[in-house]
């Protein structure tokens, strides 16, 4: 996927179809309205220079110039910082530490255990959905006072949320009723943003067809 342009792009992210993680990045690309090539990789014929951007040969990975970067959330912060506007991070230091916590707990509570999730022992996957649905539960109330996670403006801790949410049905996470607020959340503020359906490539768009 490319986003048609009459000038080259600066920036390349190599980016996984139907990878989360590609996905929080794509977000932030289209709420910035950034010029970019995206050049979709297919995970069993990664292209090589892949391996030689990013030494863990991972989407996604980001080629500014001189600079190659990995990790969303280090790309989606530079992205944050090169192009201000919209601002997705809190501007006082407080704010911006806390944005930056939940942001490392996203991933070490619930995006580590995706592999798992997907994986051929039923028995771990089942105790790993159990674990991301709980968490979910738990933070569910915060969306009953506020529109966005971190408060009224949309963040980048949003745009870290936003591809679990999307994949819940595709996991087989079965969100209880006490969390209907996340899920007026996801389906009200972030699935319905111009930013997130612009982000969706094919394959994600098939996670959730009636979307
Ligand atoms: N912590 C990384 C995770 C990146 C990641 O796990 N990428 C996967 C996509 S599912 C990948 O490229 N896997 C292929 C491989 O490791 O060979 C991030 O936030 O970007």
Redesign the pocket.
């Known amino acids: 996927m490319a986003i048609p342009t009459n000038r080259k792009p600066v920036m390349t992210l190599y980016s996984?179809s139907n990878?989360?993680?590609?996905h929080?990045t794509r977000i932030v690309l289209f709420e910035k309205d950034i010029e970019c090539q995206i050049i979709e990789?297919d995970?069993d014929r990664?292209p090589r220079e892949l391996a030689d951007l990013n030494p863990?040969?991972?989407?996604?990975t980001m080629v500014d110039r001189d600079l190659v970067l990995?990790?969303?959330?280090i790309?989606n912060e530079y992205l944050d910082e090169r192009l201000p506007h919209p601002p997705l991070m809190p501007v006082d230091p407080v704010s911006r530490a806390k944005a930056r916590l939940m942001l490392m707990r996203f991933?070490r509570d619930w995006?580590s255990l995706l592999p798992e999730i997907t994986g051929p022992d039923r028995k771990a996957a089942q105790r790993a959905r159990n674990v991301v649905r709980d968490g979910l539960t738990v933070i569910s109330p915060v969306f009953k006072d506020q529109p966005f996670i971190l408060g009224d403006e949309f963040s980048l801790v949003d745009c870290s949320l936003a591809p679990i949410l999307w994949r819940l049905d595709h996991y087989g996470i079965d969100l209880p009723r006490q969390a209907k607020s996340i899920i007026e959340y996801a389906e009200e503020r972030l699935f319905a943003r111009k930013s997130f359906k612009l982000s969706l490539t094919e394959a994600e768009r098939e996670l959730r067809p009636k979307s």
Not at 19 to 22: E, G, K
Not at 56 to 60: C, I
Not at 70 to 73: D, F, K, M, P, T
């Open positions: 996984g990878d989360p993680y590609s929080r990789v995970p990664k863990y040969n991972q989407v996604p990995y990790e969303s959330n790309i991933d995006y």
